[in-house]
């Protein structure tokens, strides 16, 4: 190669072509501009019909409902994960019967709406008072709080169990072979070894489940459990104000988005171990 030709600067790639604005391009342009105009256009209905006295006034309320969504959706998941666990063992379980009677629990409690469920406990048990009476329970389902936090206990259940035993069954067969080798007993090698690899496992799906239990609180209005939406509810009757179902959404949304980034730093937190 000459001295002349090494002198000559590298040739640069000839740009890419653009882009044809495809009809899905097009479409998804549409629906986004859409999307905004509707928010801008709420922002500014609320801003414009904001009252300071409704908002004093009705504020107290909106925020004793929180505490009660958050009291009925923590406590209804903290039972559930308690409960999820013999089911879920249940549903690996080698006795026909126990898996059998597992199975059974999860396909109902995942194949049937939540709001079905509800209104089989508070109205359903309710046909059932002399019974419930003269076992001791009536005291419990009578009232529309416990009867809500039964109901979402059991669904809440029914979906942990089997987020935990498709977590149960991702752990490498290994761990098992390795933990025998050790001379650990089942019951210890699940404990300490199986099980908290299988929660790592599950981490995100519990944070859906739960994002899922906060949205879904909300029919517990219509059993007269004043949560937020009940709360809610029982403003609009009184003002006729749509703002008050705004107020609503905005109150879910920090919850959720709350939630969410909680979630995604105990992640990062629990998984860093995995990225180095």
């Known amino acids: 190669m000459s001295i002349a030709e090494t002198m000559i600067p590298p040739q640069a790639p000839p740009p890419a072509p653009p882009r044809p604005y495809t009809l899905s391009r097009f479409i998804g342009s549409v629906t986004l501009g859409v999307w905004l105009a509707l928010a801008v256009g709420i922002f500014l209905t609320v801003v414009n019909g904001w009252d300071p006295e409704k908002f004093s006034r009705y504020g107290p309320s909106f925020v004793s409902g929180l505490g009660v969504t958050l009291l009925l959706v923590i406590s209804s998941i903290v039972m559930g994960a308690i409960l999820s666990l013999p089911v879920a063992i249940g549903r690996m379980s080698k006795n026909r019967i126990w898996s059998w009677l597992s199975y059974a629990y999860v396909y109902f409690f995942r194949g049937t709406p939540l709001i079905t469920q509800l209104f089989l406990v508070y109205y359903g048990l309710g046909s059932f008072r002399p019974q419930l009476e003269a076992m001791g329970l009536w005291w419990f389902f009578r009232d529309a709080w416990n009867c809500a936090l039964f109901t979402f206990t059991l669904n809440t259940a029914a979906y942990q169990a089997e987020i935990l035993r498709g977590a149960i069954q991702s752990v ?77 959404a905005i109150l879910y949304l920090m919850m959720v988005e709350l939630l969410r980034n909680v979630w995604a730093l105990l992640e990062a937190r629990l998984t860093r171990h995995l990225k180095r």
Request: glycine letters at 8%; hydrophobic letters at 50%; zero cysteines.
């Open 172 to 248: 490498p067969r290994g761990q098992h072979e390795g933990a025998a080798a050790l001379g650990l007993s089942q019951r210890v090698a699940f404990f300490k070894i199986i099980l908290p690899q299988a929660m790592i496992v599950a981490l995100r799906p519990y944070g859906n489940e739960i994002i899922l239990m906060i949205k879904g609180s909300a029919i517990v209005a219509i059993v007269t459990v004043f949560d937020l939406m009940g709360e809610t509810r029982r403003a609009f009757s009184r003002t006729f104000d749509y703002q008050m179902y705004v107020w609503a």
